[in-house]
């Protein structure tokens, strides 16, 4: 059986849904046959260790540990959900300080137990700054710490393909911009459905002004919308995109949905936000975004934001003022 690699995967909060959809869409994806599943609720890390062993994955190791220290020694690449899941009413942004809390530990057992990790991927909301406080904690480079954001591109994507009634695949390049919440920025300027350009089909008859702030609000309430109709928050989209995330990162196909990446260009700097990004083997690489003047605004107002999430982590002491950063994290000067 070929496997991407031989190096150690470890997937922090392993008992949880998430979790456990990682690990079995890691194996099935034949990523590593060293996958470590860790989480602190015993039980259910064993319990989700037998559903492995149960599927039969030919030549995959699966191991499991409530002991950090174990979990992430010869960690190479890191997945992580485990914080808290979003419920029934919440935002996102509503775990911001319990979650920004785990994330710093996370980030200093990172630096301790598995300081040459390549790549880690921070899913649990949220993300935007669970992700920016890992970072900062755990002493990686920019490149080496990605966030999941793609998966309000890909909602964009369905509510327009389910619009027009064609295949999800040929509504192509959608893309949201800034944080993974409720203020994230959708564009239309990019997308394309059956090679026509979205901007030309909006304020038609085929696409009414009214029906495409429709679609932006189902965007935006996409995660709240699956907590309404399974009562309880996704899991099988994120662990999946999430894992083809870590992929990419393991030298497979180039991850290239957007995904939440530290950032400095344009007076949109010191955060982790969702922007243009390709994901390979070398890490994650960003680029500018470009839309229209209305776009460009949206993303702005994303980003501050963003901004006033960051500075409130900083008022907790999760994570010191910016300009003090680098004393942690020498890459980010």
Request: proline content about 4%.
């Amino acid at each position: 059986m070929a496997f991407l690699t031989n190096e150690k995967l470890t997937i922090v909060g392993a008992a949880g849904m998430i979790g456990s959809n990682m690990a079995q869409t890691a194996a099935m994806l034949h990523l590593t046959p060293n996958i470590c599943l860790y989480d602190v609720y015993a039980p259910g890390l064993e319990g989700v260790t037998e559903e492995m062993r149960h599927c039969g994955f030919e030549g995959v190791n699966f191991t499991w540990t409530t002991d950090v220290k174990e979990a992430l020694t010869g960690a190479k690449y890191i997945i992580s959900s485990g914080g808290a899941p979003r419920k029934a009413g919440m935002t996102r942004e509503d775990l911001l300080k319990g979650n920004s809390e785990v994330a710093e530990q996370l980030g200093k057992d990172i630096k301790t137990y598995c300081p040459d990790v390549k790549h880690v991927v921070i899913i649990f909301n949220p993300a935007d700054i669970t992700g920016l406080v890992t970072l900062i904690w755990s002493g990686l480079k920019p490149s080496q710490v990605s966030t999941l954001a793609a998966l309000d591109s890909i909602r964009l994507q369905s509510e327009l393909a389910k619009h027009f009634g064609v295949e999800q695949s040929l509504v192509t390049n959608c893309r949201t911009y800034g944080g993974h919440g409720e203020a994230m920025a959708v564009f239309a300027s990019t997308a394309k459905v059956c090679g026509t350009p979205l901007l030309d089909l909006i304020g038609t008859d085929k696409l009414t002004n009214d029906q495409w702030e429709e679609i932006k609000h189902r965007t935006v309430q996409g995660g709240a919308n699956i907590i309404n109709l399974r009562g309880r928050s996704s899991f099988q989209s994120p662990a999946y995109v999430s894992v083809k995330m870590i992929e990419a990162a393991m030298g497979g196909e180039p991850f290239s949905w957007p995904a939440g990446r530290y950032i400095s260009f344009k007076g949109l700097d010191h955060v982790v936000m969702a922007v243009e990004v390709t994901i390979t083997k070398n890490g994650s690489a960003y680029e500018e975004v470009v839309g229209t003047p209305e776009e460009q605004a949206a993303l702005k107002a994303s980003y501050e934001h963003l901004v006033k999430m960051r500075d409130e982590v900083i008022s907790l002491g999760v994570v010191p003022p910016v300009e003090k950063w680098a004393e942690i994290n020498p890459n980010l000067l």
